[in-house]
C-alpha cells in the first residue's frame, strides 16, 4: 500500500470512493477531485482556474497520477495511460484559449461518428449545436453533455437514457469535443499553410469524398507548445474535415477519422439535462405554501 508523506493511503481505492479506471488511469470523469483525492493536493493550490491559467501545470499533475497509478496497479505496461494523459494535456492547452480563429467554427450544426485518437476511438457518435455537445460512450454505457461556456460537462447513464440513475458534474470539457472547441482564443494565432506547390496536388479522395487538403499551424502568441493540424475537408459537405491530422510538438501525431456526418441541426432534446443532474450544493426549490383559503369576515351587527 503506497502512503505519502502525511500518512494518507492514496492506493486504497474505498477511502476515497473513486474506484481506478483502467483506461482513463485518474482522469476518468473529474480530474480535480480525483487528484485531489489520490495525491492529496490543497484545493485551494490546484483549481481548475489556475489550470486554465497553467495548462501545463495541470498536465505535470496529471503524470504523476499516471505514475502514482502505476506503482499502485503493478502495471507493466503504461504506454495507453500515457497517449490519454498527453491527449488530456492537448485538450487542456486547447480548452485554455477563447474568441479568436478556429477553422473548425463554421461547423456549428452536426452530428457525426469519430474514430481514432490517441484513445482509439471507434465509430463514437457525437452531436453539436452551437456551444452544446454530446458524446454517447457505448463502452463505458454513458452519455457525456459539455458546454463550451462554462468548459464543463456531465456524464449521464446508463446509455440508452430512457431512465438515467446516474450523473455526475465534469470539471472539463469531453475529449470528444476536440478540436472543434479549441483553439478558439485572441492568444492563439492559427496559420493555414499550402498544402501543396499547386491547388491541383492540393485534392486527395478519402471514403469516396473528393477532398481539399489543408495545413494550419496552431500557436500560442508568447510561444509554448505548436501544433500542426492537417485537415481533409469534404466538398460535398460544405468542408466538413472527414479526417484530420494533429502532431503536436514533442509529441506523436494521430488521425481522427469522420463518417456518417450530417449537418442538419440535431434535435435540442439530445443536450438536455435529465431531471436527476443537479449542480453540486443546488437544492431543489421547496413547494410554495398552499394558500389559506380566506375567511369572511363577520359582520358586526347593527346596533338598534
Known amino acids: 500500500m503506497l502512503e505519502s508523506s502525511t500518512g494518507n493511503l492514496l492506493c486504497d481505492k474505498n477511502r476515497y470512493g473513486y474506484p481506478f479506471h483502467p483506461s482513463f488511469g485518474c ?17 485551494d493550490a490546484f483549481s481548475i482556474d489556475a489550470a486554465n491559467t497553467a495548462p501545463m501545470a495541470l498536465f505535470a499533475k496529471l503524470r504523476s497520477c499516471d505514475i502514482l497509478e502505476t506503482r499502485c496497479s503493478g502495471e507493466k505496461n503504461s504506454m495507453r495511460r500515457h497517449k490519454i494523459l498527453g491527449f488530456a494535456g492537448l ?29 482509439k476511438w471507434n465509430n463514437l457518435k457525437v452531436y453539436r449545436s452551437g456551444n452544446q455537445w454530446r458524446s454517447e460512450f457505448a463502452h463505458e454505457n454513458e452519455i457525456r453533455l459539455g458546454n463550451l461556456k462554462d468548459k464543463n460537462g456531465w456524464y449521464i447513464r446508463p446509455l440508452d437514457g430512457v431512465k438515467p440513475n446516474q450523473c455526475g458534474r465534469m470539471t472539463l470539457l469531453d475529449m470528444t469535443t476536440y478540436p472543434f472547441f479549441a483553439y478558439t482564443g485572441e492568444d492563439i494565432i492559427v496559420e493555414r499553410v499550402p498544402a501543396a506547390a499547386s491547388p491541383a496536388e492540393e485534392k486527395e479522395t478519402v471514403d469516396g469524398h473528393s477532398c481539399k487538403v489543408e495545413n494550419y499551424i496552431v500557436k500560442p502568441k508568447e510561444g509554448g507548445v505548436t501544433i500542426k493540424m492537417k485537415l481533409w475537408e469534404a466538398e460535398d459537405l460544405k468542408g466538413f474535415p ?14 481522427m477519422s469522420y463518417s456518417d ?26 413547494p410554495a405554501a398552499a394558500k389559506t383559503p380566506s375567511k369572511k369576515t363577520a359582520q358586526t351587527p347593527k346596533s338598534k
Not at 242 to 253: L, V
Open 27 to 43: 482522469d476518468a470523469h473529474n480530474v480535480q477531485a480525483k487528484l485531489q483525492a489520490y495525491l492529496n493536493f490543497n484545493p
Open 91 to 119: 485538450v487542456l492547452f486547447a480548452v485554455t484559449f477563447i474568441h479568436a480563429q478556429n477553422p473548425l467554427d463554421a461547423f456549428q450544426q452536426f452530428s457525426a461518428s469519430v474514430s481514432g485518437s490517441p484513445l
Open 242 to 255: 472527414i479526417k484530420m491530422e494533429i502532431e503536436p510538438s514533442a509529441r506523436p501525431k494521430f488521425t
Open 261 to 286: 456526418v450530417s449537418l442538419e441541426k440535431p434535435n435540442l432534446k439530445l443536450f438536455q439535462l435529465p431531471a436527476i443532474c443537479r449542480l453540486p450544493g443546488k437544492q431543489n426549490s421547496p
